[in-house]
């Protein structure tokens, strides 16, 4: 077996292919129901999915949005993005998307197992972010780890990157 | 191994974490040859993704289109998008996007295994459905039951329920 | 286990289920670098992404940009993009993305492992290649081969199908 699903050198004795391949799946149904959580506005689902000291960091998010649903550039303060744990995380996504249709899919993701209890991962998004006639069409990755605790994988760290952020006005496209 | 890729109370001794992986798996590639049979129009095709007596709601799907290619409230009627099996289920579909450029995307499913047999899951969608210059953008998820005779899995049940549909008109935006 | 993941009839013996599994998690791993490296424009990624003998098929892509971003009939020459090995494909791309905003995501992967070196797979594709203010929404699938070499998969063979390419123009939907 390739290094590509995650046998650091000096692991591989501790991990099985079973095992790895069993935590992978595990990873990726983790993020699929952040995703819903998110969509459905579940802020009570999104607080389980973190680590209580996971590191979050949407701080590239906010200056995507100025001169857009009324946002300026005073409004964008990148540390306000920049939070510790799952109820932090489940605040900001609560205050960004508590009032809008949103959609997130991810996909291609690349999960490395590492260690039993740490792995790390990237997937891409497309996420859809419906502000009265105002949308928000972006394309970015998430960098993530992930840590097992007690028998459960958790995100322990987040970054969201973006490729592009395009805005729709429904009033013309309609 | 935690629960989150199907081990119920009482079926772990029943099937092992391997064959759960390989069920997971064949029920992703289950689903993408649905979508396959869908986009190409290969409605025989269809057929044999589901059981014979698979339980299949679309029956949301119809007030979404009111107002938009010549349907009206009188052509809605739920009960003719419930149907059982796959030839009834083909037919539902053809009669749908048979006549139209579709593409359906299926996103970050949660598959999970409760025995050797059975299985559930749930699938993200995206789907782009074009009526001449009228264009359904669609998001949403199916909530899906399978089940495995002789070594096959198939879809038993699915209801597709909608997070949003928005309608795009091509002659304004292109 | 059925033949879904690829026991084609003689070699079940030759590769287990739990090497089946790891092939297709690795082949999945492979793509998503593909499309990174295409994404974030890491051409010398993409070499390694690919066999040094890979048959790689764009050729149905270039009349769908005919009209659009100045490209005309006389432009469009399907052999210039049907391409041999790692370093040519890599050129390809970045004479078709290298100085634009691209997206690509790949969807529901079908994945079949025939024999420890060798598998094929289906992915459906959306790409969003922003040109100016003209936008190419794509929607499609790659045929893919690839083969295992000391250890590593690669993409083998590659060719990209269409469903429906749609233009749109950004000055009317921004």
Redesign the interface.
Known sequence: ??S??GASEGTTAEVT??ER??A???I??????Y??AV??KDWSAIIGIFTEDAQVDFGGEGKHHVGHHGVTEADVNPDDWIVIGGPATAKVIEGAVGGI?S?H???????QIHSATRATG?W?L?D?L?YGHEVMHG?G?YDEEYRCED???RISQLTLNR??V?????R???
Chains 1, 2, 3 share one sequence.
């Open positions: 077996m390739s590509e699903i292919a079973i391949l069993v992978v799946e595990e990726k149904y983790l993020k699929s129901r995703f819903d969509d459905m249709s959609v899919h991810g996909h291609d993701p690349q999960i990237r891409k497309y859809r419906e394309y990755y028998g459960v994988w490729l592009r395009v805005w729709e006005d429904m013309k496209t309609g």
